[in-house]
């Protein structure tokens, strides 16, 4: 299993940032090297060879209808049927990313299965690219070192209260709109390091505005996301029109989901989203009604004790 030391829980803010930013899109290998169905294994197995590479998509024009991997060719060799055709070998039941989702789902995807790579698929349902961890970690880095950059160059520190307080953003969320999934938190989290916010409360901000941002766009039939800042504290606001939590109390178990299982597959679901968001929050307190459904969290922006 190709597991990447990752987690949006204990990452350091920078890279949360960057997870919930960045698109499939921004990191997959585009340069493909691709094979018909009419391929032989033992041509696959040169390609492979020549390529440096340990999977080869097959493809009719720009659909994808399989994969053949090492261990196909391993087996072919071990049972004698290397000069076969690609189509009577292939791997058909394959597990795909689009180009449009966040990378978080390509780390969550990497977590749960054991394959070394994803093929990505855009919009048309055409292949675009190939997603390994390797791919993703290598962003990381080259995005941090220029976060840093900019971090370094930046020195201005403008006080919360003479420059945010009051200030109200709302941000209209919509159901299953994965791609602009993330664009709320981001910008709250914008916001507060350019006040000077400390890195520690920034991530806790993070963590509940993207969770909440998260419900909204899975479970909801759309809503909004409020952020509102005071000298001290800033509030958290999420707001849907439905369908409604049947169950408040058990949805605060960790755990607990009726994600269906198209959503389970984009690697949401985990019943994980509301207990995170009171676990980082201040103040937490939640309404539910079939004609929707209200969270409100609260953050301290200047505790008295700092965390360490």
Known sequence: MQEIPINTITSPNVILEL?????????????LV?????????QIQYIMREKQV????IVVGKRLIGIVSMDDIIQALDKGYIE?????HMTRNLIVLEDDMPISFAISYFDRFSYHRFPVLNKHKELVGMITSRDITSTLLVEINREIEELEKRTRTTSLSEEMSGEIHTYSIMKNDFENAGYASTEIKKRLKSAGIAPHIIRRAAIASYELEMNLVVHSDGGELIAEYSPQTMQITARDSGPGISDVEAAMTPGWSTASEWIRSLGFGAGMGLPNVKSVADEF?????RSGTTV?????LHPKQEEK
């Open 34 to 42: 691709t094979a018909s169905k009419d391929t032989t294994l033992r």
């Open 285 to 289: 307190t939640i309404e539910s009604t």
């Open 19 to 31: 997870i919930y930013r960045l698109k499939v899109k921004d990191v997959m290998t585009t340069d």
């Open 84 to 88: 076969e055709k690609a189509q009577d």
């Open 54 to 57: 340990t999977g080869l998509p």
């Open 296 to 300: 409100v969290c609260s953050i301290e």
